[in-house]
Every structure is written in structure tokens, then in C-alpha cells.
């Protein structure tokens, strides 16, 4: 206890101030119920300040910019950053989770169409989440990976979060590994006056592998049933199916 006091005593303010503003969310958090001194620290309107736009940086930009255009700062965010983050972070919440139960209404037979895929997208987008935010309500192992799919899908197609802090957040949250199954149905080629058959692809793919390579799957899911696909079909990977697969079917 006596080492504790010694070392806050001798940490110079803005060297503590600086360490803290370094941590995360949750760290920030342990780091305040360690004494009185870090506790004072860690509930510091600068450090929170600092959470609030690292977590939201396209709504506090916004604000930010709104505010130099009118050559003023808002003296109201003053004293208030924690308190701000607390209520941005239980408004997400509820957010995400209405996406999440858009998800669940949408699935019929485990699976769901795209265009109800595309919409949970989109929803992620108009609620204007964050990064961090899909990793803390979607990116879960105990959710469906439905819904860790459409968090990856924002993330890489709408945020455009680099591959390697997308893989690094799967990989954190323990769902890399987990599996979906796409099906998508093409229209047949037209062969001499006669058009064949209906092509059907089936491809399972982990979420760790659809963040490295974005260009197949991710691309058909992004697209939609739109030109000669006709239909696009998404659900758990089941361990019946191979790896990849290829066969015409009729429609």
C-alpha cells in the first residue's frame, strides 16, 4: 500500500494523465478502482473525451467541425464526457440490438435472404456504429454467426477497417473460426439458341478467411441478388457440406 502512494506520488500528473489516456474503456475502469488518486484521474473529462471520439470518431468529427465552422467551443461538454459516453454507449446498445432482432425475425429455417442481410447492413449503417461497437455487441460467440457475419460485413465493406485489425478483432472475440454457409443461384447461360440450366454454387467459408479474402464471397454477398443471380442465401456452415462446391441445379 505504502509502494502504491510512494509511486503516485512521485508520477508527475501529466505523465499519469498521459498513461491513462493510452488505456482502453474497461482498463480506464479497472485502472479507477485502484485508489482515490487514479480514480480522480480516470473520471478526468479529457480522458473521456478522448473515449467518446476514439469509439465515435464519424459523430464527434461532426460535431467538432459544426463547432469550428461557428468559431466557438461548446462550454457545455464540459464535465460531462463520462457521462456522455455512458449514455452514447447504452443508445448503441439498443441500436445493435434492434438490428440484432431484425436478424432473428428475418430468419426462416436458419437461414435468411440477402436482401434482409443487406438491410441489417444498412441498419448497422444509418445507426452509424462503430467499429468498436460491432466488436462489442456482435462480434460474440455465444450469438448466431449470422450476426457476427453481417458485424464483419460492415466493418470491412462500409467502415473499411483494415483486414488485419478486422482479423486481430475476430480473433480476440474467438469467432475466427466460426463458419457460414453462402448459396447463391445463377441464371444458365445462353448456348446456341437454348439456354442451359441454372447454375447453383455452395460455398462454406470461415469468418477469418472472408476478412483475408473479400473479393469472393464477401463480393456476392455485397451484391445481391442482382443481374444474372437470382437468388442469394445465407445460414450456419453445417458440417455435411464440403468446403467448396460447384453443380448445376434447376431453379
Known amino acids: 500500500m505504502h509502494r502504491s502512494i510512494n509511486i503516485q506520488n512521485s508520477l508527475p500528473y501529466d505523465i499519469a494523465l498521459k498513461i491513462t489516456s493510452s488505456l482502453q474503456v474497461f482498463d480506464v475502469c479497472s485502472l479507477g478502482s485502484c485508489s482515490r488518486f487514479w480514480r480522480e484521474l480516470c473520471g478526468s473529462d479529457c480522458v473521456w473525451e478522448g473515449l467518446c471520439k476514439d469509439r465515435w470518431p464519424v459523430i464527434f468529427e461532426d460535431q467538432d467541425s459544426q463547432s469550428e465552422s461557428n468559431d466557438q467551443k461548446s462550454t457545455s461538454n464540459s464535465k460531462r464526457w463520462r457521462g456522455l459516453y455512458v449514455s452514447k454507449h447504452n443508445e448503441m446498445a439498443g441500436k445493435v440490438g434492434s438490428v440484432a432482432d431484425f436478424v432473428e425475425r428475418a430468419l426462416a429455417y436458419e437461414s435468411i435472404e440477402v436482401g434482409n442481410y443487406l438491410k441489417a447492413v444498412e441498419l448497422l449503417n444509418s445507426h ?15 450469438l448466431n454467426v449470422l450476426l457476427n ?4 460485413h460492415y466493418c470491412v465493406i462500409w467502415l473499411e477497417i483494415p483486414a488485419e485489425n478486422v482479423i486481430e478483432a475476430l480473433d480476440s472475440s474467438e469467432v475466427s473460426g466460426r463458419q457460414v454457409c453462402v448459396q447463391w443461384w445463377k ?43 437470382i437468388r442469394v442465401q445465407i445460414s450456419a456452415a453445417k458440417s455435411t457440406h464440403a468446403s467448396w462446391s460447384h453443380q448445376v441445379a434447376h431453379v
Not at 467459408?205 to 479474402?213: F, M, N, R
Open 187 to 229: 441464371l444458365g447461360r445462353w448456348f446456341y439458341g437454348f439456354r442451359l440450366r441454372d447454375e447453383f454454387h455452395l460455398r462454406n467459408v470461415s469468418l477469418g478467411d472472408l476478412a483475408v479474402s473479400r473479393e469472393e464471397v464477401l463480393g456476392v454477398l455485397h451484391r445481391g441478388a442482382v443481374h444474372e443471380v
Open 149 to 152: 457475419l453481417v458485424g464483419l
Open 128 to 142: 452509424q456504429a462503430g467499429f468498436k461497437d460491432v466488436q462489442m455487441f456482435l462480434l460474440k460467440p455465444e
